[in-house]
């Protein structure tokens, strides 16, 4: 079957996704950090290269297992995470969501993907958590970068390394058979109202006649979906 095309949209309607680092770190794991559950209902996604050791993810039943040299990356679900203590991982957790907050991509599973199918994915990566380390170098393992104070030419700068890195994981996930969730939702008239509402200065107030209008929805229904 022949791939797909790529999904295009304007630049205006890529600029409303939601792209965050919420950690990047490289060293070993801390002991409460090796074995644990993922929660079900959570966005976002989760990347970890194995540099030593191995990082297992489980779910119903099913076991798929990284070793040296290979990337182990998903959505976080419902899951078992098992991590080996002699384990060295660079691990990077982020959002990348379309404006109504679901994951840019549709549902896929847990996939295995070995340095050499792409190496840049594993450079950009360091340089990455180089940046991160050398900006905030008190943060503990990595995992508390979200939160930490920054101006924001640095935040922009900073920001440029992680979007490189999310540009090649998605060429590599899109590369596998992942595909855009377009919009997020499977109700067109509910994206709309989101995508208007993330124009809409907060000044102005709830635009509440503009949405009926464009989604073709009731007052009624308009505040089913928003109460």
Request: aromatic letters at 10%.
């Amino acid at each position: 079957m022949a791939d797909l095309p790529p999904l295009r949209l304007s630049l205006h309607e890529w600029a409303s996704l939601k792209t965050e680092l919420v950690w990047v770190y490289d060293r070993t794991v801390a002991p409460e950090y090796r074995h644990f559950h993922e929660v079900a209902g959570q966005t976002g996604y989760w990347a970890r290269y194995v540099r030593a050791g191995r990082v297992a993810f489980t779910k119903h039943g099913d076991r798929i297992e990284a070793g040296a040299g290979q990337w182990l990356t998903g959505a976080r679900e419902k899951g078992m995470m098992d991590i080996t203590d002699d384990a060295h991982i660079l691990s990077i957790h982020f959002l990348c969501q379309w404006p109504t907050g679901d994951n840019f991509f549709g549902k896929a599973g847990v996939q295995l993907i070995a340095d050499n199918i792409c190496p840049a994915l594993r450079r950009q990566a360091e340089e990455m958590a180089r940046a991160v380390r050398r900006k905030h170098p008190t943060v503990s393992a990595g995992t508390g970068y979200a939160h930490e104070q920054a101006a924001y030419p640095e935040f922009l700068r900073q920001q440029a390394l992680f979007v490189n890195w999310l540009a090649t994981w998605c060429e590599v996930m899109g590369a596998r058979g992942w595909r855009p969730a377009y919009g997020g939702s499977a109700d067109e008239r509910l994206t709309r109202v989101v995508r208007r509402l993330n124009d809409t200065p907060l000044a102005d107030g709830f635009p509440r006649h503009v949405l009926q209008s464009e989604a073709k929805l009731s007052a009624g229904q308009l505040d089913l979906r928003f109460q």
